[in-house]
């Protein structure tokens, strides 16, 4: 079965680069969440989006913005990079926002290294 | 708003002897539970969720959780744990709410399993 697919899946930067990562949800799937897990962190939500909207936000950096795209995939959006936005970064999806009881799928992660 | 306490941040444990993880949640309205297992250099797989109906959960893997909402926990048990299990375990929970949809993850808790 398809699964939520994440572009680049390694990222490395430098200090005050931009980086932009993608998002590919599964078919059908109208609703995108991205995590950003630091070393040895649990997962911290960032933001997220339904049908094209932005539907919550979470601890995201000024320096960083997203959005939804007429096909639903996303990108998170991230400028001036620091040495402390490495971390690997999770997009994931699910169908429908209205009803939260459906599994979110969470994306094999694109790990960023700023330098 | 919800959190997630996970009560060990690390768990030693023979191999094929039984473990449960601990996990407990705060929330002011009902809430949908979930287990996610992280394998090391690896993205988030859903092991098993709690939506509603019988407290038991049956998961992937040979797992299973119990939801105890008098104690607002969602412990998670394997009866023989394989070295296949070591990884990172994240309990998490979510707002059943229209509009409150994102997962709040716990800290994490990192199995050990000895041969």
């Known amino acids: 079965a398809a699964g939520v697919i994440q572009s680049p899946r390694h990222l490395i930067k430098e200090k005050r680069e931009t980086a932009t990562l993608k998002c590919y949800p599964i078919p059908r799937h109208d609703t995108v969440y991205w995590y950003q897990q630091g070393p040895g962190q649990d997962p911290q939500f960032l933001i997220s989006f339904y049908e094209k909207m932005q539907s919550d936000k979470g601890s995201i950096p000024d320096r960083f913005s997203a959005q939804q795209f007429s096909d639903y995939h996303s990108e998170l959006n991230m400028s001036s990079l620091e040495l402390g936005d490495s971390a690997l970064y999770f997009c994931?999806?699910?169908?429908?926002?209205?009803?939260?009881?459906?599994?979110?799928?969470f994306g094999e992660g694109s790990w960023l290294t700023v330098v | 708003a919800q959190s997630v306490t996970q009560l060990d941040s690390q768990v030693p444990v023979f191999e094929e002897a039984p473990v449960e993880l601990r996990c407990n949640y705060s929330s002011s309205v009902s809430v949908y539970l979930f287990w996610y297992v992280q394998y090391p250099n690896q993205g988030l797989q859903l092991l098993l969720k709690?939506?509603?109906?019988?407290?038991l959960v049956k998961g992937i893997n040979g797992f299973e959780a119990e939801f105890n909402k008098s104690q607002t926990s969602f412990h998670l048990r394997k009866p023989s744990v394989h070295i296949s299990d070591t990884a990172e375990y994240f309990c998490?929970?979510?707002?059943?709410?229209?509009?409150?949809?994102?997962?709040?993850f716990g800290k994490g808790t990192r199995l050990h399993i000895l041969p």
């Open positions: 994931a999806s699910s169908l429908g926002a209205i009803y939260s009881g459906n599994t979110i799928y």
């Open positions: 709690y939506l509603s109906g019988s407290t």
């Open positions: 998490a929970v979510r707002g059943s709410g229209n509009r409150d949809d994102k997962i709040i």
